[in-house]
């Protein structure tokens, strides 16, 4: 389990992990922070932040050097062992020891473990992929699980835990900036005839912006409107001082969403929207597993579903996509997404599909890469260590970072509406370590002034020897605390996220 606390963030999956500890699973945890589950972890790895290739890197070295590693399935199944060889050669335990904090026992116990016989997955989460090197981490995984052949077998694999329901199902559907609907390539003129006769239209055959540069095109006059839907940027995105001088700058907001969120306030025009329980569809989970969603109730007042508010608008501006229920558009999917070929409702019906599911008769794929993988043969890729982005220094003397409370999940657009959650979870708090708080006379209960470069936050504080010396933890879930205004919007280079999850900070005790 690396970057990623599922207690918090992923309860169900975290559940599911307590029960296997309970029949008897291992587990190595590699966490800044004492999580429930590094409690309960055969090894707690207290990793600094932000240097997990060096250490993902310094374990391949370890089992590459013990000859660890599985020579069958990289022979069979992979390609550039070579180089990745020649990059891990570079981190002996004693280097990787020295940059993340960790002595070299452990780095050798943790390597063995993982290259051991047997089923062996890692889990990971945001706290990977919220980094200006984010890819390189989860390239650096999915290396360690080939080199091993942890990939393709039950209760194996890479498993990435997504930041929000849904997230499958929004990027099977081409809700990226750099693909098409089922992950099709945008230099594929033949998927894009196909769209182009099935819909009637000319596409655009180019790239769009990540949603994380809308911000500074928006400044730039590169975007002039904007339509934002179950989102709320203004107080959930990276550095968001930077986010409301955009919006401010907007000409032309529309804002579709269940709530008056802080992004709807200052919109022009908001559309309201139903919630899940208020709608029919699908919903495709982080296991691929597409399920049915049933209404329960009838929207309030003016509240439409989401596809209907955007078929009539579509309707409205000349083009009659002529859906008459999300069954409609279901049926679409199936018709043009190989990975979705033999589902419908009527199947779904009767349990979820995790697809690919090619053929009407197909049962579904619960694992992926058993005999080749979507290449081929999987690619080594491996990456060189690059620091975090903004170390600490005279000024910035503290490192902070950010994760979820469980009652809140994310913000406090609906939680924040729940008057019992208050009682669960009532007001963000900043861990501090024992012995940061000595060197700095807090008690626990006091008012800090979290500053970095971007803006300002007051909270209050909680001794605990759950956080880091030289890290301060906090959640990320109260308006009231809005501690974007700190997080860094430095980019990766590929999925352009940001890295939310390291930052420096100045730290003033106010009583």
């Known amino acids: 389990m690396i970057g990623s606390n599922p207690d918090t963030s992923h309860p169900t999956i975290g559940l599911r992990i307590h029960q296997a500890l309970d029949r008897g699973a291992k587990l190595v945890v590699v966490d800044p922070r004492k999580t429930k589950?590094?409690?309960?972890?055969?090894?707690?790895?207290?990793?600094?932040?932000?240097?997990d290739v060096a250490f993902l890197n310094g374990l391949m070295h370890i089992i590459i050097k013990e000859d660890l590693w599985d020579k069958q399935f990289v022979a069979d199944r992979t390609e550039d062992f070579e180089e990745l060889k020649e990059v891990?050669?570079?981190?002996?335990?004693?280097?990787?020891?020295?940059?993340?904090?960790?002595?070299?026992?452990?780095?050798?116990?943790?390597?063995?473990?993982?290259?051991?016989?047997?089923?062996n997955a890692i889990y990971h989460?945001?706290?990977?992929?919220?980094?200006?090197?984010?890819?390189?981490?989860?390239?650096?995984?999915?290396?360690?699980?080939?080199?091993?052949?942890?990939?393709?077998?039950?209760?194996?694999?890479?498993n990435p835990l997504r930041g929000q329901n849904n997230v499958q199902g929004a990027c099977d559907m081409g809700a990226l900036?750099?693909?098409?609907?089922?992950?099709?390539?945008?230099?594929?003129?033949?998927?894009?005839?196909?769209?182009?006769?099935?819909?009637?239209?000319?596409?655009?055959?180019?790239?769009?912006?990540?949603?994380?540069?809308?911000?500074?095109?928006?400044l730039n006059d590169e975007i002039r409107a904007l339509y934002v839907f179950g989102e709320d940027p203004a107080i959930?995105?990276?550095?968001?001082?930077?986010?409301?001088?955009?919006?401010?700058?907007l000409e032309f907001l529309i804002v579709q969403d269940l709530f008056l969120t802080d992004t709807a306030k200052e919109a022009d025009v908001v559309l309201p929207a139903a919630s899940f329980a208020e709608k029919d569809g699908t919903f495709s989970s982080t296991?691929?597993?597409?399920?049915?969603?049933?209404?329960?109730?009838?929207?309030?007042?003016?509240?439409?579903?989401?596809w209907q508010i955007f078929t009539e608008l579509s309707e409205r501006m000349g083009y009659a996509m002529g859906y008459t229920k999300p069954e409609d558009i279901f049926e679409e999917v199936c018709e043009l997404l190989p990975q979705y070929r033999g589902m419908s409702y009527a199947r779904l019906e009767e349990v979820g599909l995790q697809w690919p599911v090619p053929h009407a008769d197909h049962p579904g794929t619960p694992v992926l890469h058993t005999e080749s993988f979507t290449r081929g043969k999987g690619l080594f890729v491996p990456e060189e260590y690059m620091a975090p982005k903004e170390p600490v220094d005279d000024e910035y003397p503290m490192l902070f970072t950010t994760g979820r409370h469980y009652a809140r999940y994310n913000f406090s657009s609906m939680t924040g509406k729940t008057r019992e959650i208050d009682d669960i979870a009532p007001e963000?708090?900043?861990?501090?370590?024992?012995?940061?708080?000595?060197?700095?006379?807090?008690?626990?209960?006091?008012?800090?002034?979290?500053t970095s470069r971007r803006g300002e936050v007051t909270i209050k504080a909680e001794v605990t020897e759950r956080?880091?010396?030289?890290?301060?933890?906090?959640?990320?879930?109260?308006?009231?605390?809005?501690?974007?205004?700190?997080?860094?919007?430095?980019?990766?280079?590929?999925?352009?996220t940001p890295e939310y999850k390291l930052c420096a900070i100045r730290v003033e005790v106010l009583g």
């Open 467 to 496: 956080s880091q010396p030289g890290t301060i933890f906090t959640t990320y879930n109260y308006a009231e605390t809005p501690v974007n205004l700190l997080t860094l919007d430095a980019l990766d280079r590929l999925s352009r």
């Open 37 to 51: 589950l590094a409690e309960r972890a055969d090894l707690w790895l207290r990793i600094q932040p932000g240097t």
């Open 177 to 218: 900036f750099n693909t098409m609907p089922g992950y099709g390539a945008l230099d594929n003129d033949e998927l894009f005839d196909k769209y182009e006769k099935r819909w009637g239209v000319k596409l655009p055959r180019k790239p769009g912006k990540p949603a994380t540069e809308i911000w500074d095109n928006i």
């Open 428 to 450: 963000a708090l900043a861990e501090v370590s024992p012995v940061d708080a000595e060197k700095m006379g807090i008690k626990t209960g006091d008012m800090l002034k979290l």
């Open 125 to 158: 989460g945001m706290g990977i992929t919220h980094y200006h090197t984010g890819t390189d981490r989860v390239k650096s995984i999915a290396n360690m699980a080939m080199l091993c052949g942890k990939v393709g077998v039950e209760g194996g694999g890479c």
């Open 88 to 119: 891990v050669e570079k981190y002996p335990p004693e280097l990787v020891a020295e940059i993340t904090g960790l002595t070299v026992a452990e780095l050798e116990q943790a390597a063995r473990m993982y290259a051991a016989p047997g089923r």
């Open 236 to 249: 959930a995105d990276a550095n968001i001082g930077h986010v409301h001088r955009a919006l401010a700058h």
């Open 287 to 306: 296991e691929r597993r597409v399920q049915r969603v049933r209404k329960a109730v009838n929207p309030p007042g003016q509240a439409k579903p989401d």
